[in-house]
């Protein structure tokens, strides 16, 4: 259903790369401020990430570790809404095509009214949304609204899915974000999770690529995850960043995020 | 639609890390709800280790002073560690060993469900963490130390606003951490499925005595049973038997803190909207965006910007009535039970007493209402000191 709506999608475009493998850039919206987002997701783009995440911040992050809790405060305190988000994509598409997801939670969707949310997304290029308290169980309820506006609702499958994700997977649109570990997001010094057999059983029924997320940070770390799937997902390493320079961080992100895609290109 | 609906509401909208866990949880639930060998191990459990049957006491003198219905207090508050907490934790510390489990996490707001959490830990020989917000650890200090007594670990919890809904979050992401051997003895009737109808069901154990002991005293069912309702365990206990008792008023009485017309209230029903948090559908307090609200009340306890799904059900259909009591009304009736009946009861269960004071009036003297004394107020004296200007050095 909806295919016409899924043709000009742009988060396949991600994965088209030389060699196929993506890498992918979180940061939340108004943190520290909307103008700040805006130059930064550009910025990040340049030096080379093929699609960006941009976080509608939410009051009570519970996937979060304390690097995007943070920043999730940050940005609610200086005033940073739902709308105010959509207002920073509207600026970024002036500009730019490359592939954009929001990553929330689901009452800001729900508070929002799915339609009205979803026919904002369509209107403004908005590709994808994340939504780490929306199981598989509960999804059709998003799902059939953001579909009939072209929005890909992002499947998650976590270290703990077995059964499931092969279930998850054979449904999945857009991109399937594999959760590295067990936890929150936050940067760790080692992943133990077998990847790849997941990577695998995903692969066996679905040709939607799977990108890798939670705990990277290193550019070995992003040639490691994306060479045993289609890309690296980083989060909390950039927002690290951003809580650091504030203002002044479109330097330094441009710098880390060269160092990841290059990485990322050679998996 | 998933599982565990209360009409529109409930459900699992919990993060995929978990999600297997709730569905072996349900599946262990199913099983050992109807093992007789598990319900004698809780029923001894409850029996000879919690004190139960609580008592369904005649308030005589409460009675004659309101001049209406007679009064009946089911007294929770008799419970060992001082509350109704203790029923769903000792069903689910059971249930949790039987899984194989051998740490239990739990949040807390008062105390009273760490309390629980920690005596039950060590009663099974499980290892226990409780999550407490930062400002609930300075408010209870005692409980604090009591946990650790009973050989707990208490981690405050200094994100967002500090208290019991930044606790369930922590527990949360610590339960993600750390799923294998680990049990969220979760201490409401709310959260994703399964755990609204596992803590119901254990805690419906009050409305059951309630019913038989009633019967007994009065020969028939009470006119209204009265309940305080943060998310709403010992409201869903008091309640549950008497759900299909059309003529039984089931009133739950939410924390409207300085006002439901102000900004410092968690009185969900009366001022909150529908919402998705903490893993269900349900009302919840929120700003326009749908961003959770910081709520407040002078009871730990009721210091929450949500309601179960089963009561924001019972609500939709007009079953059950929620009505909002403020702090000074809370207190004012704090200090009526300690005087009149020589009861000192949770500040929790006090917004429920400050309801039957106003009511009890409407009612025949042939008719009986029941408040459920959810817990003792002997971790409130400070709190209530302080609010009356008096200075005790605790």
Same mark, same amino acid.
């Given at each position: ?45 340049k030096?080379?990430?093929?699609l ?20 999730n ?35 800001p969707?729900?508070?929002y ?25 509960e ?5 059939e ?75 070995e ?39 990841m ?7 | ?12 909208y ?31 459990l ?42 769903? $934790? ?6 949790a ?43 209870? *200090? ?14 405050p $919890? ?12 922590e ?6 951490n ?16 399964p ?21 007994? *005293? ?77 709520v ?6 009721l ?16 079953r059950?009535?929620?009505?909002p ?27 429920? $007493? ?12 042939d008719e ?6 959810s ?14 200007? $008096?200075?005790?050095h605790?």
């Amino acid at each position: 259903m909806y295919e016409d709506k899924f043709a000009k999608n742009k988060i396949k475009k991600a994965f088209e790369t030389a060699n196929g493998k993506a890498f992918i850039a979180f940061l939340t919206a108004g943190d520290p401020d909307a103008d700040s987002t805006v130059r930064f997701v550009l910025e990040m783009e340049k030096a080379g990430a093929d699609l960006i995440e941009i976080g509608i911040p939410f009051s009570d992050p519970t996937a979060e570790g304390v690097v995007i809790q943070d920043a999730n405060i940050r940005a609610l305190k200086n005033g940073m809404t739902t709308d105010g988000a959509f207002e920073i994509v509207r600026r970024i598409r002036e500009v730019s095509q490359i592939p954009l997801c929001f990553m929330t939670y689901c009452n800001p969707v729900f508070h929002y009214g799915y339609d009205r949310f979803f026919s904002k997304c369509e209107e403004l290029g908005v590709d994808g949304i994340i939504l780490p308290d929306l199981p598989y169980e509960e999804k059709a309820e998003m799902e059939e609204p953001a579909n009939a506006h072209g929005v890909a609702v992002i499947s998650m499958i976590a270290p703990t899915s077995e059964a499931r994700i092969q279930t998850t997977a054979k449904e999945a649109k857009g991109f399937i974000y594999v959760v590295s570990s067990m936890g929150v997001t936050g940067v760790r010094s080692e992943i133990k999770t077998d990847l790849a057999s997941i990577v695998q059983s995903v692969r066996e029924v679905t040709d939607v690529p799977c990108a890798i997320g939670f705990g990277i940070s290193t550019p070995e770390q992003a040639k490691k995850m994306a060479g045993i799937s289609d890309g690296s997902i980083v989060g909390s390493a950039i927002v690290k960043i951003i809580a650091a320079k504030g203002k002044d961080a479109a330097p330094d992100l441009a710098e880390y995020v060269r160092s990841m895609k290059e990485a990322v290109a050679l998996a | 639609m998933s599982k565990g609906r209360y009409g529109i509401h409930g459900g699992q909208y919990i993060s995929e890390t978990l999600m297997n866990e709730l569905i072996r949880l349900e599946e262990a639930y199913e099983h050992y709800k109807n093992d007789p060998e598990f319900n004698a191990e809780l029923t001894k459990l409850f029996n000879e280790y919690a004190g139960r049957p609580s008592l369904l006491y005649y308030a005589e003198k409460m009675t004659k002073d309101l001049g209406g219905a007679k009064i009946y207090l089911k007294r929770e508050d008799l419970n060992h560690t001082g509350s109704h907490k203790i029923n769903n $934790v000792l069903g689910q510390a059971l249930l949790a060993k039987k899984m194989g489990k051998t740490r239990l996490i739990a949040e807390t707001g008062a105390g009273q469900h760490g309390v629980a959490t920690a005596t039950a830990a060590a009663l099974l020989g499980m290892e226990c963490e409780i999550f407490m917000g930062k400002e609930d650890t300075d408010r209870q *200090a005692l409980n604090v130390y009591r946990m650790e007594l009973l050989g707990a670990k208490v981690h405050p $919890v200094t994100s967002g606003t500090m208290t019991l809904k930044d606790a369930v979050n922590e527990t949360m992401r610590e339960w993600t951490n750390r799923v294998h051997d680990t049990h969220y003895c979760l201490g409401s009737v709310m959260g994703p499925h399964p755990f609204p109808m596992i803590v119901r069901d254990f805690q419906s154990v009050i409305s059951k005595e309630m019913k038989e002991q009633i019967l007994k *005293a009065e020969g028939k069912l009470p006119a209204a049973v009265i309940a305080c309702v943060g998310g709403g365990s010992n409201a869903m206990g008091a309640f549950y038997n008497f759900i299909e008792d059309k003529d039984v008023q089931l009133i739950g009485c939410e924390a409207a803190g300085k006002g439901v017309d102000t900004a410092l209230t968690a009185a969900t029903i009366a001022t909150g909207s529908l919402g998705i948090f903490h893993g269900m559908k349900s009302y919840f307090c929120q700003d326009e965006y749908g961003q959770i609200a910081p709520v407040y009340s002078i009871s730990a306890g009721l210091d929450y910007p949500g309601i179960g799904p089963e009561h924001a059900y019972l609500h939709d259909i007009g079953r059950a009535q929620y009505v909002p009591i403020t702090d000074d009304e809370a207190v004012d009736a704090f200090e009526y039970l300690a005087r009149t009946e020589g009861i000192i009861c949770a500040i929790e269960s006090a917004h429920a $007493v400050a309801h039957a004071l106003k009511i009890a009036k409407n009612f025949g003297k042939d008719e009986s209402i029941i408040i459920n004394i959810s817990g003792r107020g002997d971790k409130d004296v400070a709190a209530i000191a302080r609010y009356r200007g $008096v200075d005790i050095h605790d």
